[in-house]
């Protein structure tokens, strides 16, 4: 079992940038994938990116180019950095974590884009 902590949420302007990070309370070596994922109000919960053991990465289309996903497997964290922010990204922001066929998520951290 793994708890999972996400912070970095807030309000900032179209264009800005936002660092979200996750914090795992055990060693995340072994969990393949960990990732983010976002729900904005009255749709479905979605994929932003993934980040495998071994480093290998998956972004959503809408995000290509703009988001950064990255882990330390020493700190035990996950962090996703949000570049070119714009209002379609508005949305609850969870960390996952997949460890023995079981998925793992967060409380969830609010980003909120909007001049």
């Known amino acids: 079992q793994v708890q999972l902590v996400e912070s970095g949420g807030g309000l900032v302007q179209p264009g800005g940038s936002l660092r979200l990070s996750c914090a795992a309370s055990r060693t995340i070596f072994s969990i393949n994938p960990m990732g983010w994922y976002r729900q904005a109000p009255g749709k479905e919960r979605e994929l932003v990116a993934t980040?495998?053991?071994?480093?290998?990465?998956n972004y959503a289309d809408s995000v290509k180019g703009r988001f950064t996903i990255s882990r330390d497997n020493a700190k035990r964290t996950v962090d996703l950095q949000m570049n070119s922010l714009k209002r379609e990204d508005t949305a609850v922001y969870y960390c996952?974590?997949?460890?023995?066929?079981?998925?793992?998520w967060g409380q969830g951290t609010q980003v909120t884009v909007s001049s």
């Open positions: 996952s974590a997949v460890s023995a066929s079981v998925t793992y």
């Open positions: 980040i495998g053991r071994g480093g290998f990465v």
